[in-house]
T-cell receptor
Framework: SAVISQKPSRDICQRGTSLTIQCQVD?????MFWYRQQPGQSLTLIAT?????????ESGFVIDKFPISRPNLTFSTLTVSNMSPEDSSIYLC????????????FGPGTRLTVL | GESVGLHLPTLSVQEGDNSIINCAYS??????FIWYKQESGKGPQFIID?????DKRQGQRVTVLLNKTVKHLSLQIAATQPGDSAVYFC????????????FGKGTTLSVSS
C-alpha cells in the first residue's frame, strides 16, 4: 500500500479566496486522483492528476475552478479557487500505487469550510 | 442478522449480529468493485474487493457477494462489533485499469452493545 498525507488537514476560509491542498505519497505511484465529499454525501471524482501534463477533469469540474498540478510521481496539489460556501467539503487525494494494483488508497482528507 | 433490501442510508444492529449492506451499481461493464469503510474524520479505508469474474470473496469477518445479473453488490460482516460502526461505501471501476473508482451512496452502520 501507500502512505498518503495531505496538508492542511482542515481550514476555514473566506469566500473569494483560494486554497491549495497538498498531497504527498511515500512512494512513487502510477495514478493520483482528487475527490470531493460534500457534507453527509458520497465521494465524487473531481479529476485525474496526470504527471507532467494537464489533469483530466470529470463533468461538472473545470480547470479554472480546480487547478491541479502533479510535478512528479509522489506529489500533487489541488487548488480550490474563488471559493464560495458551496465549496465547503472534504477534499481527498487517492492513489493507485502501480500497474499491478487494482485498489485505490485514500489520504486522510482536507476539511474545508468556506464562510 | 439484519439486512437491507436495496440501499438504505442507515443500518442499526446489535453487537454480535451479522450485518448485510447492499449496493446497486450502475455500469454493467464495470470489472472491479471495492468496499470501503469511512470513520468520522478519516479517509475511506479499504475493506475487501472483488473482480467481476467472481461472485463471492471472503476476508476476515467480511464477505462480498456480486450478482452481475442484477448489478448488485453486498457486504456481509459477521459478528458485528462496535468498532465496525462507520459509513460503508461500495465503489466500481469501469472496465479499464487505471481509471478512477466511482462511488455509490454510503450506508451508516451503527452497532450498539
Amino acid at each position: 500500500s501507500a502512505v498518503i498525507s495531505q496538508k492542511p488537514s482542515r481550514d476555514i476560509c473566506q469566500r473569494g479566496t483560494s486554497l491549495t491542498i497538498q498531497c504527498q505519497v511515500d512512494s512513487q505511484v502510477t495514478m493520483m486522483f482528487w475527490y470531493r465529499q460534500q457534507p453527509g454525501q458520497s465521494l465524487t471524482l473531481i479529476a485525474t492528476a496526470n504527471q507532467g501534463s494537464e489533469a483530466t477533469y470529470e463533468s461538472g469540474f473545470v480547470i479554472d475552478k480546480f487547478p491541479i498540478s502533479r510535478p512528479n510521481l509522489t506529489f500533487s496539489t489541488l487548488t480550490v479557487s474563488n471559493m464560495s460556501p458551496e465549496d465547503s467539503s472534504i477534499y481527498l487525494c487517492s492513489v493507485v500505487p502501480g500497474p499491478t494494483y487494482n485498489e485505490q488508497f485514500f489520504g486522510p482528507g482536507t476539511r474545508l469550510t468556506v464562510l | 442478522g439484519e439486512s437491507v433490501g436495496l440501499h438504505l442510508p442507515t443500518l442499526s444492529v446489535q453487537e454480535g449480529d451479522n450485518s448485510i449492506i447492499n449496493c446497486a451499481y450502475s455500469n454493467s461493464a464495470s470489472d472491479y468493485f471495492i468496499w470501503y469503510k469511512q470513520e468520522s474524520g478519516k479517509g475511506p479505508q479499504f475493506i475487501i474487493d472483488i473482480r467481476s469474474n467472481m461472485d463471492k470473496r471472503q476476508g476476515q469477518r467480511v464477505t462480498v457477494l456480486l450478482n452481475k445479473t442484477v448489478k448488485h453488490l453486498s457486504l456481509q460482516i459477521a459478528a458485528t462489533q462496535p468498532g465496525d460502526s462507520a459509513v460503508y461505501f461500495c465503489a466500481e471501476r469501469a472496465n479499464q485499469a487505471g481509471t478512477a473508482l466511482i462511488f455509490g451512496k454510503g450506508t451508516t452502520l451503527s452497532v450498539s452493545s
